[in-house]
């Protein structure tokens, strides 16, 4: 197992464009979480699943942002209508029940 | 409210020095603590972790961390630093019971090594 792997690494998008993010977790990982990290900050929690159902949504995750994860495998987060103000890396993180967090490498929206 | 503390935004050290990265946190509970280590185009990667037991914690790359109750502190030491040691650390804390326990964050240290 390679890891936990998330696609693109980085997007370059103009503001009102809709993207979407992929994570791959660990296979055997059956918590999947999303972080939004900004320059200078540390991680801030989006949301987080257990196998298909998305057991917390932070307050951050505004209605233009949304998370599945629909065979409890891979998960997708997709922002619509973007704002400069997305501007961030997106990390995603699996564990299993009870273990240590597992990053990938992150996805950077560049939002124009 | 829950919260970490990481009071040093930048540290440059020189290569063999000894390091420490303080960490704060504040927290009700029995915390569960963690650093992580963030290289340049890299992913978080675990550096340590203290749950319970021995206060003074053993990581990856030669690091150890030490928790004191009292300072509510999990600091981070490393004896003899190294060029590749350079990259941003982060603490972390988790919050919550069980399995639903999330991690808070702190700012981040950004750690440059002299040669």
């Known amino acids: 197992d390679t890891g936990v792997s998330q696609n693109p690494r980085h997007k370059i998008t103009k503001r009102g464009q809709n993207v979407t993010f992929r994570c791959d977790p660990i296979?055997?990982?059956?918590?999947l979480y999303w972080y939004r990290q900004t320059l200078g900050q540390g991680p801030e929690f989006l949301t987080y699943?257990?196998?298909?159902?998305?057991?917390?949504k932070s307050r951050l995750l505004s209605d233009r942002f949304s998370a599945e994860r629909p065979k409890g495998s891979f998960s997708t987060l997709e922002i619509q209508r973007t704002e400069q103000g997305d501007s961030a890396m997106y990390l995603c993180?699996?564990?299993?029940?009870?273990?240590?967090?597992?990053f990938g490498e992150g996805s950077r929206l560049t939002v124009l | 409210a829950q919260s970490v503390t990481q009071p040093d935004i930048h540290i440059t050290v020189s290569e063999g020095a000894s390091l420490e990265l303080r960490c704060n946190y504040s927290?009700?509970?029995?915390?569960?603590l963690f650093w992580y280590v963030q290289s340049p185009g890299q992913g978080l990667q675990l550096l340590l972790k203290?749950?319970?037991?021995d206060t003074l914690v053993q990581g990856t790359k030669g690091f150890e961390a030490e928790f004191k109750r009292s300072q509510s502190s999990f600091n981070l030491r490393k004896p003899s630093v190294h060029w590749s040691d350079a990259a941003e650390y982060f603490c972390?804390?988790?919050?919550?019971?069980?399995?639903?326990?999330?991690?808070?964050w702190g700012l981040g240290t950004s750690l440059a090594v002299n040669p």
């Open positions: 203290y749950f319970s037991g």
């Open positions: 699943f257990q196998n298909e159902a998305q057991l917390e």
């Open positions: 972390a804390v988790g919050v919550g019971a069980g399995n639903n326990r999330k991690l808070i």
């Open positions: 993180a699996s564990r299993e029940l009870i273990g240590e967090l597992f």
């Open positions: 927290y009700g509970a029995t915390p569960y």
């Open positions: 296979s055997e990982h059956n918590r």
